[in-house]
């Protein structure tokens, strides 16, 4: 049997965009340095579902083309979240989503440019 361990993010900075999906995540940074940092869910969450650790990677490559991996994130409360969110440094982007009326999530990038969903919450 397999288990996904951690999901691997290329980036600029590690220890900055480390501590940024913390904060988004309510999780913890359990290590940092230069050139890799870890965040995982908090000892209070039960993590008996498997998520993964995400794990930061700094890398001299550059991005190019959007993301062909992305989180998408469910909140109890869309707006707030977008808000608490934009305050944190994710910024609002236009992918195309916008062109269908029906879409009912909200499209952001993180500091480094990395797009995520805010998905709308379930009733």
Not at 71 to 77: G, S, V
Not at 97 to 113: C, F, H, M, N, Y
Request: charged letters at 30%; hydrophobic letters at 35%.
């Amino acid at each position: 049997m397999l288990k996904i361990q951690c999901l691997t993010i290329d980036c600029d900075d590690a220890v900055a965009l480390a501590e940024f999906w913390a904060k988004v995540l309510g999780w913890k940074v359990t290590h940092s340095s230069e050139s890799e940092s870890y965040i995982e869910p908090t000892l209070q969450e039960n993590n008996s579902d498997g998520y993964p650790d995400l794990l930061f990677i700094k890398t001299n490559d550059k991005r190019v083309v959007k993301n062909r991996l992305h989180l998408d994130l469910r909140p109890d409360d869309q707006t707030a979240e977008v808000k608490r969110l934009e305050a944190l440094g994710a910024k609002r982007i236009e992918i195309g989503q916008s062109k269908d009326p029906e879409t009912t999530w909200i499209v952001l990038a993180d500091p480094e440019g990395n797009e995520f969903c805010v998905l709308r919450a379930l009733n």
